[in-house]
């Protein structure tokens, strides 16, 4: 009886490990996270499963919170993040006997964007911390028109959301009357149907339909992101439980790239790490 019990129980503990064994030697590799580095990650990974057909991507967006989330609980092997781990997700991770382990794939330049009617130029950061706590209310404060700013935001499950709370907020909330977004792509078209709206972008999802506008003086361009130059440039971010291996090595080398990952980077517009971190 106690030696089928244990072989049941071994037979259990090998099921349960498939999924792991497989993305570590082929097989598929769940990924989640981030809508700001998912065009970045949807780009390479066609690329990539070309060229590893053993090895299929399942690509997910949702928010950087919950990829993170998503990895700490054994439901993905990937987690896509625009910013850095929190404490709290790392004990988390403990806990649940999940190292997670960060690796750089690219640079974003945070853009503050306008409909393209705004004649609005240039706001500094204290200009922009006003308007998203709701101190600024009229256009015809900043330069622009006589009309009721309309402020749009990404939602807290975002890591751009923490990112702007952090560069751009200091510590103020954003108003309750901000129209919360749950994607980048959701912040583009409101700002693009919108002349009094705001809202604020990864570099990449820039189009024609909006209009970028300097801040402090300073233009978002790659150069001025990869220097820090550009007061909201930040580090988009993959997580691994513990240092990747397998199949997870495969793509991660592969996003590294400068001829392969990075050149995805740079076509989705985004900015490609510095050639010495490649």
Excluded at 17 to 28: F, I, N, R, S, T
Excluded at 127 to 135: E, M, N, V
Excluded at 180 to 209: D, E
Aim: hydrophobic share 45%; aromatic share 6%; charged share 20%.
């Amino acid at each position: 009886m106690k030696s089928k019990m244990m072989i049941a129980l071994l037979s259990f503990c090998l099921l349960g490990a498939l999924p792991l064994m497989a993305a570590q030697g082929g097989g598929e590799i769940m990924i989640t996270g981030s809508t700001t580095v998912l065009p970045v990650m949807q780009k390479a990974g066609e690329a990539f499963m070309a060229a590893n057909p053993d090895i299929k991507l399942v690509i997910s967006g949702g928010g950087s919170g919950n990829g993170i989330k998503a990895l700490n609980e054994g439901l993905c092997q990937v987690a896509m993040s625009s910013r850095d781990i929190k404490g709290s997700e790392a004990d988390q991770g403990k806990a649940a006997g999940v190292k997670p382990v960060r690796t750089a794939i690219a640079v974003d330049a945070l853009l503050p964007v306008l409909h393209p009617d705004n004649p609005v130029r240039e706001l500094s950061l204290e200009q922009l911390r006003g308007i998203y706590a709701g101190k600024i209310v009229n256009w015809k404060d900043v330069g622009g028109r006589d009309e009721k700013i309309v402020v749009i935001s990404r939602d807290s499950s975002s890591g751009t959301f923490e990112t702007w709370a952090e560069m751009i907020m200091k510590g103020d909330r954003v108003a309750p009357a901000a129209l919360m977004q749950a994607s980048n792509g959701g912040v583009v078209q409101t700002v693009a149907n919108n002349r009094r709206a705001i809202g604020y972008i990864g570099f990449g999802y820039l189009n024609p339909s909006l209009k970028k506008i300097k801040v402090e003086g300073m233009e978002a361009t790659a150069q001025n992101a990869l220097s820090k130059a550009w007061p909201i440039a930040r580090e988009l971010y993959i997580f691994t439980n513990g240092e990747p291996a397998g199949a997870v090595k495969r793509l991660v080398d592969y996003l590294l790239d400068a001829r392969k990952g990075q050149k995805a980077v740079a076509e989705t517009g985004f900015i490609p790490l510095p050639a010495k971190a490649n």
